[in-house]
């Protein structure tokens, strides 16, 4: 088993690009989640999903849309990427009745110019 | 909103044990959580205790929780440089069944 893999690893956007970061799972995990992780500020959740077709919005969503088309994958997409979004993005992974277990990536650092 | 509390620094010498206090809001919390963070890399699960639980034991790692106080805590026996990382404390709320994060404790180990 893979676990949960990203990519890319490392990007650098121009203010204005657009770009989706891929998450991927190999678990069967319903539950899946986007993180961003700034110094001195944790980690915050930007969407999550409970399953196929479902999802829903974190505490820092704008700027940012998820699809969940299959149980597998869970795309990040930046529509118009700010320097504010300028972040180590993190997709975590949970199985069904998810009661706060989370499988982690390696994560995708991301800097806008 | 709820909130979890960690202090964000701890230099201990290799060989002396670490303790890393977090301290949590939520009334409803069923599962509480430590996951550490090498450099790096992503966060991985270290271990965590039902909330109905007063101690939980595995290997060199020692969790007690104090729900009177709100108060959870990791034990790390013997530490190595191994060990050193960013330990973050999660509580899972059941009210909303959301993960409620520290802001992470940066473990140092000195040789």
């Known amino acids: 088993n893979a676990g949960v893999t990203q990519t890319p690893k490392f990007q650098v956007l121009k203010t204005g690009q657009s770009m989706t970061l891929q998450c991927a799972q190999d678990?069967?995990?319903?539950?899946m989640s986007w993180y961003r992780q700034d110094p001195g500020m944790g980690l915050r959740l930007i969407h999550y999903?409970?399953?196929?077709?479902?999802?829903d919005q974190g505490e820092v969503p704008n700027g940012y849309n998820v699809s969940r088309s299959t149980t597998e994958d869970f795309p990040l997409r930046l529509l118009s990427a700010a320097p504010s979004q300028t972040s180590v993005y993190f997709c975590?992974?949970?199985?069904?009745?998810?009661?706060?277990?989370?499988?982690f990536g390696e994560g995708s650092r991301l800097t806008v110019l | 909103g709820e909130d979890v509390e960690q202090s964000l620094f701890l230099s201990v010498r290799e060989g002396d044990s670490s303790v890393i206090n977090c301290t949590y809001t939520?009334?409803?919390?069923?599962?509480l959580y430590w996951y550490k963070q090498e450099p790096g890399a992503g966060l991985q699960l270290l271990t965590y205790i039902f909330s109905n639980m007063d101690m939980k034991q595995d290997q060199r790692l020692t969790v007690l929780l104090n729900k009177k106080d709100k108060h959870l805590s990791l034990r790390i026996a013997d530490t190595q440089t191994g060990d050193s990382a960013i330990y973050f404390c999660?509580?899972?709320?059941?009210?909303?069944?959301?993960?409620?994060w520290g802001l992470g404790t940066s473990l140092a180990v000195n040789p």
């Open positions: 999660a509580d899972f709320s059941g009210n909303n069944r959301k993960l409620i």
């Open positions: 939520d009334s409803s919390s069923t599962y």
């Open positions: 678990m069967n995990h319903e539950y």
């Open positions: 975590a992974s949970g199985a069904s009745g998810y009661t706060g277990e989370l499988f």
């Open positions: 999903s409970v399953g196929a077709g479902i999802t």
